[in-house]
């Protein structure tokens, strides 16, 4: 079992950046696949990042590529998600998740195990 904890939400002008962090507890951090989901008011939660267990293979949606930056740093069971040139429509609350199969990085919110509580991101136009 693994708990994830999110940090560094905010509020912050269009254009701005922000980094959040995803603390996990428990020694199987290293073996999990991690992702980064968002869901905004009244909206689905989608995928935003994902990161292979070594830290290896990321992916972004399309909607951030070039934007955010996925990472993880294993001696420190921490990920992040580096956030630049961010739009009003990158507000949502934003969650970390952790697949224990750790094989493959997913993008479908139900193949991941254990989640966040999120953290709200605020962008001002």
Known sequence: QVQLAESGGGLVQAGGSLRLSCAAS???FSSYAMGW???????????????SWS?????????VKGRFTISRDNA?????????????????????????SGGYVWRDPQEYDYWG????VTVSS
């Open 26 to 28: 428990g020694r199987t």
């Open 37 to 51: 989901f968002r869901q905004a008011p009244g909206k689905e939660r989608e995928f935003v990042a994902g990161v």
């Open 55 to 63: 830290g290896g293979t990321t992916y972004h949606a399309d909607s």
């Open 76 to 100: 420190k069971n921490t990920m992040y998600l580096q956030m630049n040139r961010l739009k009003p429509e990158d507000t949502a609350v934003y969650y970390c998740a952790a697949d224990r």
């Open 117 to 120: 509580q999120g953290t709200q």
